[in-house]
């Protein structure tokens, strides 16, 4: 499977906002479940947001909600996080990941293990 590659990432203070975004060439992309995971130095990776198939239904991790929205783009195949209201916590690399896979549970939207394709990563730095 080809990767997504994703992109926005950049340097910003904190307050601002930054707008992600994930494109697959695989059309198939569009049946996905699509998440963003990210790791800071010295961190475990950590999920920050999901979006099911249909895009019907959004997960976030505990420390971006009410601050992140992910959405399917306007091209089926391509994801968007829009991040406000950054913190200095925020910095770390983005991932986009795919699954294939159909989820049986909600838990496993928050899981790493569950997505079978990731992207390189887009760095995000956000300082005071």
């Known amino acids: 499977q080809v990767p997504p590659v994703e992109s926005g990432g950049g340097s910003v203070q904190v307050g601002a906002s930054l707008r992600l975004s994930c494109v697959a060439p695989?059309?198939?992309?569009?049946?996905?479940?699509m998440g963003w995971f990210r790791q800071a130095p010295g961190k475990e990776r950590e999920f920050v947001s999901a979006?099911?198939?249909?895009?019907?239904?959004?997960y976030y991790g505990d420390s971006v909600k009410g601050r992140f929205t992910i959405s399917r783009g306007n091209a089926k195949n391509s994801v968007n996080l829009q991040m406000n209201n950054l913190r200095s916590e925020d910095t770390a690399i983005y991932y986009c990941?795919?699954?294939?896979?159909?989820?049986?549970?909600?838990?496993?939207?928050?899981?790493?293990?569950?997505?079978?394709?990731w992207g390189q990563g887009t760095q995000v730095t956000v300082s005071s």
């Open positions: 695989d059309e198939a992309f569009s049946g996905h479940t």
């Open positions: 979006i099911t198939r249909s895009g019907g239904a959004t």
């Open positions: 990941a795919g699954a294939s896979r159909e989820f049986f549970s909600t838990n496993w939207y928050y899981q790493g293990q569950y997505y079978n394709y």
